[in-house]
């Protein structure tokens, strides 16, 4: 983190202040108009009741994917720009924790029940996943990345390199297994006609990684603790066995 | 509950709010930090961000309750996680062209599976959890 911050302040101090105003501006164009858009997505969110597909985060991603298409800026240079608020997820995983603690009695007296379909949800996900693969013969090292798509994304890129999986695709399967979990995983709920917070919250957890407990934030905090809880358990369980089963 | 409302006529609350949330994400973001560093340190197999989550846990037991300088921040936080996951869902635009060369499988193995697990796990933890 230091060096982060000494590489930082170099690569500042060698910039003109023209360099160094362009690309603070740069960044604060991009970020403003990233969350003006997610604001738009929330009313929208709101306004059509919270229908589970027009999830914020989907909807924001496709207006902003349209954009940087459209003036053919480079993904890179998005990211780049908007660094400052991908940092944040940092601190907002750690926050995380408040629901879980709030919740811990409940959790506690529940115990097996509750660890049983987070083990459910962490073998099937992914075993489903590569069954599918293995069936319609993809090469073997997109089988091996598919394994990880349930577990968080750096988890998933240091599992996937250790099984000889591809560790930037890990990321693609994962972030794509959250969104549709987010967006389509409600909806199966109404379908199985399932309105236990607790049984929709292990699900979006142990399934859909932070992206799916990020819906659960938004249906309740008890579906947001559970959900926190098949997150860590799902992530530390399967990044501990995985390796073990191919070593 | 917390609210972010800004009011103008109360112009000290207003430094407060703001103070208190400077305050809390330095604190959330040492968390991180010291997440990652003890992570380096043990060379432990979990990441760092479970870790951040666990230590920020242990401080929350400590104090018993969340400590209420930080409840607005953690809050506000929370509720917009989804605006922090935008940037590493357009990072998947980059990888578009693996896709086309086993779209259909892809497809199956990502969306139907995905479906299929959720619903299957879902009903596991019916059949399992007393009602709520």
Redesign the interface.
Known sequence: ?INDALTLFAWLHNMSTYELVSVLLTSSIWIGF??VV?VFARLLFDRVKQNPLF????I??IV??VA?LTINLQ??D??AA??P??L???????????????HTKVLLT?GW??V??IA??GT??PL???F??YQ?D?PMD?QMT?LV??I????AM?TTALIGGIP??A???V???????AT??PL??VA?K?K?????G???G???H??G??KA??ISE?C?AFA?LAL?LN??LT??LLPLLFL | MPSYKTSFSKPLSNIKTILQGVLS?AF??S???F???LKLLFEL??????L??????I???LCGA?PRFMAN??QL???????????????????LA?FTD?A???F???????????????????W?????
């Open positions: 983190m990233t969350s997610y999830n914020p985060l989907a924001s991603s902003i994917c940087l993904v890179a998005y990211r908007v660094t608020l991908e944040l997820l940092g601190p907002a995983t750690v926050a995380l924790a408040m629901p879980l603690f709030r529940l029940r509750v049983i379909p459910v949800g099937v996900a489903l996943a590569w599918t693969l319609l993809v997109l598919m798509k349930s968080t994304t750096p988890l240091e930037e695709l990321a693609v399967f972030i794509l297994t959250g969104i549709v979990g389509l995983g199966a709920f199985l399932i236990s917070e607790y049984a929709q292990l699900a979006l142990s399934v859909a932070v992206m407990t990020s934030i938004s008890a947001a926190t860590c992530g530390v990044s501990i | 994400l959330l973001f968390i991180v930090w997440a990652r560093y197999p979990v990441p760092a961000a479970l951040g989550i666990v230590i920020f846990y401080y929350l037991m969340t921040t953690v936080l929370l509720k917009h996680m989804g605006l922090f996951l935008i940037p590493a869902v357009i990072s998947v635009l980059a990888y693996v086993y259909f499988a892809l199956l193995a990502i969306v139907v599976s995905t479906i299929i697990s959720l619903a299957v796990t879902v009903m596991v933890a019916k399992l959890l007393p009602n709520d």
